[in-house]
């Protein structure tokens, strides 16, 4: 089944660390999409990418970097940088770069131990 | 700065009740507005959506949204909730880059 995977489910970090979450999809999908959500908040974009080998910052983009190295994965990595990354993160996308809907993985949620 | 507003953040209804969730947007010249559900700890899935034409648009699940342009809204609305409909449900606009701008969400909660 084709879909957006996100791993690991749960993951936790040292204060200090940097730390990397996956975001694969097989939908042969254009654009992807990292949002941080926040309990009581929408979802808030940090980065996205619309084609291979290129991305752009979102609202809230400091301390966090991406790469797009292939079309099928959109990885996160939330630097020490990041001095509150306890959240839950959602990882979409969409097929083309208009106004197709997107579809989200399941998300990853980050403490700090 | 273009916004969406979801104005209610819990509302409970009982099982078999209707439904009416509320959703207001900042004016834009391309109403793209969509309806997303969330599940505890799951990602959104899409109800939804508005582009042009009808401004009654019917969804998955036995949901409906209506657009009204002189209100900038874009209610959801069910006529009957059932126990699973418990979640979060948020209303997004997409601005003229193509990006979603969401509400801040409301938890509905249903009554047995």
């Known amino acids: 089944d084709g879909g957006i995977t996100q791993s690991p489910k749960y993951l936790f970090r040292k204060e200090g660390q940097n730390v990397t979450l996956s975001c694969e999809q097989n939908l042969n999908h254009d654009a992807m999409y990292w949002y941080r959500q926040d309990p009581g908040q929408g979802l808030r974009l940090i980065y996205y990418s619309q084609i291979v080998n290129d991305f752009q910052k979102g609202d809230i983009a400091e301390g966090y970097s991406v790469s797009r190295e292939k079309k099928e994965s959109f990885p996160l990595t939330v630097t020490s940088a990041q001095k509150n990354p306890t959240a839950f993160y959602l990882c979409a996308s969409k097929f083309g770069t208009g106004n197709q809907p997107q579809h989200f993985g399941d998300g990853t949620r980050l403490s700090i131990l | 700065a273009q916004s969406v507003t979801q104005p209610d953040i819990h509302i409970t209804v009982s099982e078999g009740a209707s439904l009416e969730l509320r959703c207001n947007y900042s004016?834009?010249?391309?109403?793209?507005l969509f309806w997303y559900v969330q599940s505890p700890g799951q990602g959104l899935q899409l109800l939804l959506k508005?582009?042009?034409?009808?401004?009654l648009v019917q969804g998955i699940k036995g949901f409906e949204a209506e657009f009204k342009r002189s209100q900038s809204s874009f209610n959801l609305r069910k006529p009957s909730v059932h126990w699973s409909d418990a979640a979060e449900y948020f209303c997004?606009?997409?601005?003229?880059?193509?990006?979603?701008?969401f509400g801040s969400g409301t938890r509905l909660l249903v009554r047995p």
């Open positions: 508005y582009f042009s034409g009808d401004t």
């Open positions: 997004a606009w997409m601005d003229s880059s193509y990006k979603l701008i």
């Open positions: 004016y834009g010249a391309t109403p793209y």
